[in-house]
């Protein structure tokens, strides 16, 4: 089940809640596995 609190959180609502250099770092993770997941297709 997915929670629609957290799906709501900006990437900046993110960043004040933990810290900016875990989010920027997540988010480039995430468009490398999408890219990777591209390639794959």
Excluded at 1 to 22: E, F, H, K, P, W
Aim: proline share 0%.
């Amino acid at each position: 089940m997915l929670r629609q609190d957290l799906i709501a959180l900006t990437t900046d609502d993110l960043a004040v809640l933990s810290n900016r250099g875990l989010v920027k770092r997540a988010l480039k993770e995430l468009e490398e596995a999408e890219s990777l997941s591209a390639t794959k297709c």
